[in-house]
Every structure is written in C-alpha cells, then in structure tokens.
C-alpha cells in the first residue's frame, strides 16, 4: 500500500469517525432540548439514564485492573468479560447500593466522609476499591519481572479515569452546581427575610400567608413557649436548632442557613434554612425553607454525565483499541522476524 493509499484511507476513516461523532452530539444536544420540556419527573428519570450510563463505564477500568493485575495479560475475550461484568454490577447496584448500604450499616466508613446532614456519597464505596487497586496496580508496573505492557495500558486507563472524574466533578458539581444552588438559597432567604419583616395584625396576615404559599416556604406563627412543628421537608437538626433558638435567644430576629451538600447529586434536596422572628405580642413567626431543591442537580445531571460518559468511553474504548493494536503490531513484527531468519 502506497503512500498516497493510506492517507487516503486514513482520511475515509477520520471523516466517518468525525461524522458519527457529529451526529451523536446533534442526538444528544436534542435529547437534552426535549428534557427541558417535559415534566419534572421525566426530566429526572433522563437524568438517572445517563447516571446509570456513566457509572456502567466507570465499571470497566476496575474489572481490567483485576484483571491485569492477576494474569499480567489483558485479551479480546477478558475484555468482554470485563465489560458484562461491569454492567452486571451496575445493573445491579453492588457497589452503590448493597455495598454502601453495609458499608453504612457496619459504621465502615471513617468521619470524614459524612458531610452536611451526616449523609455519605454512595459512590465512595466503588471508590474505596479504586483505592484499594491503584497502588497494587503501581506496584506490578513498577516490578520489571512482573511489568507487560498490557499492565501499563490498563493502569493508565485506570489513572485517567480516576483524573477525569476528579476533573469534571470538580468543574461541574463542587463548582456550577454548587454554585447555582447557593445563588437560589441565598434569593430565598432575602425573600423570607422580607416576609418576616411584613406588618403585623389581623390586616395583613392574609399578605403574610399569601406571600409565603407564592415562593413556597412554611411559615408557622406561634405562641409563646409553643414549640416548631417537625416537618417532612426539614432535617431534625435545624427543627433542634429552631427550638433552642425560640427557646434560649433573647434576639427579636435570628437568620439560620445549614450548609448542604450537594456531591451526591441528590434527587432530594431541602433548604435546611429559615428565619425567625419574636413579635411585639411575644408570638414567634418562623419561616422555614422547604422548597426541594432537587430539580437543580437533575437540570445539570445529563451534563455531567454525558461529559463523563463521552470520557470514559474515549479512555477505555480508544486505550483498549490501542493495546491490541500494538500487541498485534509486535506479533507482526515477531512473525516477520521468525520467517526471515536465515535457516542453519
């Protein structure tokens, strides 16, 4: 084959693959048009699709580390084996699921993973396997006796997994989303401020309740000494928090906002907020944020997770391709090699 040949070849192929690629990304972009016009509920089911795509991908690496890292050797079949497997475990819920819940339950994992509302990221229990396999995958490379080359490709596929999940959670979730929930929490509370402060009286507790069902936020006016209701939409701990407050602070108005955490993409969400305020006739007004502030993450989920999804496939898919190929290449080369010899 000439030159010319193979650029020609080359060239037919990138414009397939550039093709295909254009026409997955116009599919996805519709998808994502047609989420945003349909109900809350369906939007949050497309949103779990992608999920459930990516966490399948996120699978893969660590069956091949297992792999690679037993046998030295990664082939055609093993990979597949890999790739049922890991949408076997996902389907499934192992790790997220069955695993974390034990995990939860036999208080294994250490302090520093709870956050905000004393909740754990269910994806730290694939995590710690992650963990548990890279420094032995490190080990083997870094062992010449026991290092292949099927070892360092899987092992960087490995690492660049871990990396490019860093990267995007980094980027979208700790930073846009947070972000963009924070924003929301912190208009919500000027408006309950403002509602706290409205006059007094028979003549406007009409404004005072209408204005609380308009951004949808509890507001309770209670007696002296009569205490916060527990509620469905709102943690134990601020209902403690707002006890003690109508029960110890002598302030006329006190403002709380719990910090949430949101790393989880929750489906679920709560403003853990509210404001209190002590009226003239010694009754309290409480207003408490209850909105779900669910929708947030479900609106930046299918980003997250295409952005992911699009990655994985990339590291596993092009760093598997790219392994049989160079195998291949060198079988070629050792054939040529054996049939050219000079016969003694």
């Known amino acids: 084959m000439t030159v010319t040949e193979r650029s020609a070849r080359f060239l037919k192929y990138a414009g397939t693959v550039g093709l295909g690629l254009a026409v997955c990304m116009a599919v996805i972009s519709h998808v994502l048009a047609v989420g945003t016009a349909i109900s809350k509920d369906a939007q949050m089911d497309i949103a779990n699709g992608w999920i459930m795509a990516e966490q399948f991908a996120f699978h893969v690496p660590l069956f091949l580390g297992v792999v690679v890292l037993v046998s030295g050797r990664l082939t055609l079949n093993q990979f597949l084996m890999c790739v049922i497997l890991a949408y076997v475990f ?5 790790f997220p699921e069955r695993l974390h819940g034990f995990f939860e339950v036999n208080h294994f994992y250490p302090d520093a993973f709870y956050h905000g509302n004393q909740s754990v990221n269910v994806q730290y229990a694939i995590l710690i396997f992650y963990a548990a396999l890279a420094p032995l995958l490190c080990i083997r490379i870094s ?16 690492f ?10 980094k980027i979208i979730v700790e930073n846009a989303l947070k972000t963009a929930i924070e924003d929301t929490r912190y208009n919500r509370m000027q408006s309950m401020q403002l509602i706290s402060n409205l006059p007094t009286g028979d003549a406007f507790s009409r404004l005072f309740q209408d204005s609380c069902n308009k951004i949808d936020v509890s507001c309770f006016v209670l007696n002296p000494g009569e205490p916060l209701p527990a509620g469905k939409r709102y943690s134990e701990m601020l209902l403690e928090m707002a006890r003690s407050v109508q029960r110890d602070t002598g302030n006329n108005q006190v403002f709380f906002s719990q910090a949430l955490y949101v790393g989880g993409l929750e489906e679920e969400m709560y403003g853990e907020q509210y404001v209190f305020r002590r009226l003239p006739d010694g009754t309290v007004r409480f207003i408490v944020d209850t909105q779900d502030y669910g929708m947030i993450p479900a609106e930046y989920k299918p980003y997250f ?13 092009g760093g598997t391709a790219l392994l049989f190929w160079h195998k291949r290449r060198f079988r070629r080369r050792q054939r040529m090699s054996t049939t050219s010899a000079p016969a003694h």
């Open 90 to 94: 996902n389907e499934l819920g192992v």
């Open 143 to 158: 062992l010449k006796k026991f290092r292949t080359i099927d070892t360092v490709f899987v092992t960087l596929i490995f």
């Open 160 to 169: 660049t997994m871990i990396g490019t999940t860093f990267i995007f959670h």
């Open 305 to 317: 997770a295409i952005l992911m999804l699009c990655a994985h496939i990339w590291w596993v898919g």
